[in-house]
Each structure stands twice: as structure tokens, then as C-alpha cells.
């Protein structure tokens, strides 16, 4: 089983060793980013792990005007543009993604959603890390009868939190499955059983860092069911 984690800099190895405990040897990964001009390797891979990082452009969700609300020293045009093109390529060929923080907004923008360009500015509470770097935590309501409510089994619990953006208008074929206690989007799914040849789990927490990974339902069943539905298709 190869998996490709899109390349987001220095906290890469993070995902890697999420992607890979308790799996080694079985799994292989494949880092794809535009600073390796690898995007042809995405052929090679049985699912997709998109990677949190940088503000989105908001010219990919046609709203330029939310520039001055988005963080000039933390966008990257380069890789908005490669991970567009990894998009195209895994929803034409269905394969399994897992998409985190960035990862789900940048999904939701691609199918055809907006995002709030600063959750602050927006009225809401702050969702970025701490001063010092670390993660906020926060509670998060599971919506009932959702794919992830299968998943993590549990209606309620604590989520770490490190965005400033968020999702807005949701794409028409996502729906949401998980909210903060002020409204925030923490995860979306597919709407619909139409598209259930292809597996998408959409969250905005950062399962690969949080505290007691392998107790946590929030971080080792979101792991564990991805890797599950990847055995499964190609089996």
C-alpha cells in the first residue's frame, strides 16, 4: 500500500509517522509537493493524505477581495496551484483522501465552496495556535447519523485547534459532520451515497498531533478507518 502526503514543510514527518504507527511495513509513503516536480507519482498511490499549512489563495474560491484578510507570509501560490492539479487527479480516479485542516478547505473550495478568510475578524472565537506555537483545544459536536459519528463513536469530545480560516458556504456534494461550540466547521463529508465509490473524510483538527494519538478516538480511528477503506479497495 503506497500513500501520498502532500509536502507542507517541516512538519511533514509528522504526518508520515501518524500515517505510518502501527503500520510499518505494510505502508509506504510518497511525499508530493511541487518543490519535487513529482505530481506523475500520484499514479503510484492508494490514497491521499492533503496536509495542513498555508491560507489558501481566495482566488481559487473567487473572492480576491479577501486578500487583505489572509496571512501575506503564509501563502504559497505554488502549492495552491499543485494540489489543485492532485485534486483533479483524485476525484477523476476515486481514490481514498483523508484531508487535514488545510486539506479540508482546500476540498471543500475545489468542489466548489468558499472559506471565512479570518475565523476572528468573523466574529467567532480564535482557532489559531497559542503565541508560544501550541494547539488550542477545543470542544467538538459530532453530528448524529454522520459517517465520522460511525467512526469515532462517540458524540462529543475535546480537538485540538491551530487555523485562523475556516469553511464557509459548503460545497454542494459535502456536508457537514462536526462543529466547535461557536458554529465553527471541524469536518465534512460526502452529502451523498452517490458518492460513496470514493472515500473522503474531511476533518479540521490536526489528528497526527494530539495529545495520547493512540487513546484518542479523534486521532487513531480517524487513522485506522482511512487505512481500512484504502485495504479494502485494493484488496
Not at 71 to 78: K, L, T, V
Not at 84 to 94: D, P
Not at 149 to 157: E, R, V
Amino acid at each position: 500500500m503506497k500513500i501520498g502526503i502532500t509536502d507542507c514543510g517541516e512538519k511533514y514527518p509528522i504526518y508520515e509517522q501518524w500515517v505510518l504507527s502501527q503500520n510499518v511495513g505494510k505502508i509506504e509513503t510518497i511525499k508530493l509537493g511541487y518543490k519535487h516536480n513529482n505530481l506523475d507519482q500520484i499514479n503510484q498511490c492508494d490514497g491521499i493524505v492533503l496536509t495542513g499549512g498555508e491560507d489558501i489563495h481566495p482566488q481559487f474560491y473567487n473572492k480576491p477581495e479577501y486578500l487583505s484578510l489572509c496571512n501575506p507570509n503564509f501563502m504559497d501560490a505554488r502549492r495552491d496551484e499543485f494540489e489543485w492539479k492532485v485534486c483533479e487527479y483524485t476525484f477523476k480516479n476515486q481514490i481514498p483522501v483523508l484531508g487535514i485542516c488545510r486539506g479540508l478547505q482546500l476540498v471543500n473550495v475545489f468542489l466548489g465552496g468558499t472559506l471565512i478568510p479570518d475565523i476572528p475578524t468573523a466574529g467567532k472565537n480564535n482557532h489559531s495556535k497559542f503565541h508560544e506555537g501550541k494547539d488550542r483545544y477545543h470542544t467538538v459536536d459530532i453530528l448524529t447519523d454522520s459517517t465520522l459519528a460511525k467512526i469515532i463513536n462517540t458524540p462529543i469530545g475535546e480537538i485540538n485547534s491551530a487555523h485562523h480560516q475556516s469553511a464557509d458556504i459548503i460545497a454542494n456534494s459535502l456536508q457537514i459532520n462536526a462543529l466547535s461550540e461557536d458554529g465553527i466547521v471541524e469536518g465534512l463529508e460526502w452529502a451523498s451515497l452517490s458518492h460513496q465509490n470514493q472515500y473522503l473524510m474531511l476533518v479540521q483538527w490536526h489528528p497526527e498531533r494530539i495529545t495520547n494519538t493512540e487513546q484518542n478516538n479523534f486521532s487513531y480511528k480517524i487513522r485506522q478507518n482511512f487505512v481500512e477503506n484504502i485495504q479494502s479497495k485494493i484488496q
